[in-house]
């Protein structure tokens, strides 16, 4: 079997998907001077992540692009065995859809190479779940994005119960020697880490909107100007270990941990009725207040790339 490329030897990546997360792997991969080639079955597959790639340009260029970074370097193949032909490394994006995901990471695995690691970016499902008909598993690994995955550097990485190690650690250090905050997981847990703690707090938003204790903006304002400013910098467990003063996570938990038998929070989701549906779309629409989503889009990349900067990490 052809040996893997060493991590930091990776030259051409190959992305399935071009929709919001497969193409924000595509402006991320090629703006650090990756070859990139893609493949997506929708017919205008090509324009549309053209467009996404052309969009999110300017704040990669602006974050700074790898020497040889260049859109050109970007191929829109055909088929999927066009796509994955000589790649060092595969990216599903499909969208969030179990059997579509077992049918698409088996045809990639019957293409690729046995030694090239296909990573996936599901947002939720275990590898074990995902792999059940790929006839080699032992290269299958989740490597979760945030979105946009151009900008936010969190990736975390899993393997299933069949992954071999070796291709877990490979890409934990393929994603870092390509510049992502990797958090390479001790074991599969559902929705991963970050979305866990992204659920919870989303979950108590919506029982908010729904007992009209707050509104859509209130939830927004209450996190951008409140903890939100924190957590860049210093996580929810340090944040709270602060929050003891000179006695840390030990006072605060001491003083503060009865507490937490309040009943302050409902983590069961509410459910989504057409009335709560219509209430968050329009208290969106109300904070959006006639903004585009591409403006809302150039807004927050250029709010993010600052942050990045004050935090030193660009």
């Known amino acids: 079997m052809t040996a893997r490329v060493a991590p930091d030897q990776v030259r051409t990546v190959t992305c399935v998907g071009a929709g919001v997360i497969g193409g924000g792997w595509v402006a991320y991969f090629l703006a650090h001077g990756y070859r990139v080639r893609a493949w997506d079955p929708a017919p205008d597959a090509e324009p549309r992540l053209r467009h996404l790639v052309?969009?999110?340009?300017?704040?990669?260029?602006?974050?700074?692009?790898?020497?040889?970074?260049?859109?050109?370097?970007?191929?829109?193949?055909?088929?999927l065995a066009e796509a994955v032909d000589g790649?060092?490394?595969?990216?599903?994006?499909?969208p969030e859809d179990l059997e579509l995901k077992r049918r698409?990471?088996?045809?990639?695995?019957?293409?690729?190479?046995?030694?090239?690691?296909?990573?996936?970016?599901?947002?939720?499902y275990p590898m074990t779940d995902m792999?059940?008909?790929?006839?080699h598993p032992e290269r299958m690994v989740v490597g979760h994005p945030f979105n946009p995955p151009y900008l936010i550097p969190l990736v975390e990485v899993v393997g299933g119960e069949r992954t071999d190690p070796d291709a877990v650690a490979w890409a934990s250090e393929f994603f870092a020697a390509a510049g992502k905050s990797v958090i390479t997981m001790d074991r599969e847990v559902p929705g991963f880490i970050a979305n866990r703690?992204?659920?919870?707090?989303?979950?108590?938003?919506?029982?908010?909107?729904?007992?009209?204790e707050?509104?859509?903006?209130?939830?927004?304002?209450?996190i951008t100007d409140g903890p939100g400013l924190r957590w860049p910098f210093q996580g929810p467990m340090l944040t709270f270990h602060l929050a003891g003063g000179q006695g840390g996570m030990a006072h605060?938990?001491?003083?503060?941990?009865p507490s937490l038998l309040s009943p302050w929070t409902r983590l069961d989701a509410p459910e989504l009725t057409g009335a709560l549906r219509d209430a968050v779309v329009a208290g969106c629409d109300d904070e959006a207040d006639g903004r585009t989503v591409d403006e809302l889009?150039?807004?927050?990349?250029?709010?993010?790339?600052?942050?990045?900067?004050?935090?030193?990490?660009?």
């Open 54 to 79: 052309d969009a999110a340009w300017p704040a990669l260029t602006e974050l700074g692009l790898a020497d040889g970074a260049d859109r050109a370097h970007l191929t829109v193949c055909a088929t």
């Open 87 to 94: 790649t060092d490394l595969v990216q599903e994006s499909a």
């Open 104 to 124: 698409l990471l088996a045809d990639i695995d019957e293409v690729t190479a046995p030694h090239v690691v296909v990573s996936s970016s599901t947002s939720g």
């Open 131 to 135: 792999a059940t008909a790929c006839a």
């Open 197 to 212: 703690l992204q659920e919870a707090l989303w979950r108590e938003a919506l029982h908010m909107v729904e007992a009209g």
């Open 214 to 222: 707050a509104t859509v903006e209130q939830i927004d304002r209450s």
């Open 252 to 257: 605060m938990l001491d003083h503060f941990g």
């Open 297 to 314: 889009v150039a807004e927050r990349d250029r709010r993010v790339v600052a942050l990045l900067r004050a935090k030193g990490a660009a």
